[in-house]
């Protein structure tokens, strides 16, 4: 990325080690730090994460919308059936389509 000064820019020369920091720095990894690679570290592919977060607090906004549409603690989430356990999420972190393998 260039970034350069016209007429209208002002008399202050572009900080370019700042709009590198602010953008996420080129350190390599592909799309410039934007992915967020380095909140994964140490997290494998296929590995359940978010299974061990505490219980939400009653003053934390999502337990007080469900408080107030008549959900109380220990109730399933839905109109038919409903879900006891919260969601788990599988890390993926190669680049192939979800249901992809490697052997394709």
Not at 23 to 39: D, E, I, K, S, V
Not at 81 to 91: C, F, K, R, S
């Amino acid at each position: 990325m260039t970034i350069s000064r016209g007429p209208k820019s002002g008399k202050r020369p572009v900080n370019e080690r700042a709009v590198r920091n602010a953008l996420g720095g080129n350190r390599g990894g592909g799309a410039g730090g934007r992915n967020g690679a380095g909140a994964l570290k140490g997290i494998r592919e296929g590995e359940v994460v978010g299974h061990q977060a505490a219980k939400i607090a009653e003053d934390n906004i999502g337990y007080r919308l469900l408080a107030r549409m008549g959900w109380s603690e220990g109730d399933k989430i839905g109109l038919e059936g409903g879900i006891e356990v919260p969601i788990t999420a599988i890390m993926k972190k190669s680049k192939l389509g979800l249901g992809a393998g490697r052997g394709m």
